[in-house]
């Protein structure tokens, strides 16, 4: 009975695994928000970041960014995340070569993104730093379903990004342009990351996100602990 009863707990716990949240001030600095004021008159709140949903199973990252705007109604946004996974080398630039300064800290990896609803939905490329940036994975999966409702959804395999269970990814996430823009918003900070196009985005503190391995996981451990336990009864 006792045994039942593990069982059935370990069976609850088997569902998908909880996410986290980081939330951003959304909005211009003219009501409180972060996204520069001359951004916003220009009508560029899709590329105003609201939040952004992490979470991760055994083989994959997820990440959804919530924009302040439809998604559909552009071709042109850019969204990055910028992680660094505690490995070295690592550099204080990035594989696009955006004008963004991580105010002292470095990165290993850089996700970049872009939405186009005039034909590829969503498109993505993942640059990896060893001595110099190069292109080394793609995309593991998209969801372009929630564009008009400003999610940007997508997913990248641990393995591209050199991380795994117990891991900890320091990063940020921008939303920028073309060329040689900045970051136009940055997760990592609270106010205004740049007031124009020609000026160099400042990153705040990088956040946190520890892979954790699913709810899924700790139940197949533990289903074998159990059946390691009855074998040696």
Known sequence: MRQILMAAAIA????????DVFNDNSGSTNDGGDLDAF???QGFNHLDIVSVTITNDATNLYVDI??????????????ALALNNGSSPSDAGN?????????GQTITHWVATWADDGGTGIGGQVWSFNGGWSETGSLAGTDDS?????HQIFTVALADLGLGFGDVMLFDVVSTGGGNDPG???????????NDWGTTSVAGNFLAYTIVPAPSAFALLGLGGLAAARRRR
């Open 12 to 19: 609850a716990l088997a569902g998908g695994a909880s996410a």
């Open 39 to 41: 951004f916003a008159d």
């Open 66 to 79: 919530q924009l302040n705007a439809d998604l559909d109604a552009t071709a042109w946004g850019k969204y």
């Open 95 to 103: 594989g696009w070569g955006r004008n963004i300064d991580w105010a």
């Open 146 to 150: 929630q564009h008009a409702a400003g």
């Open 184 to 194: 136009v918003d940055h997760l990592s900070r609270a106010d205004a990351a740049t």
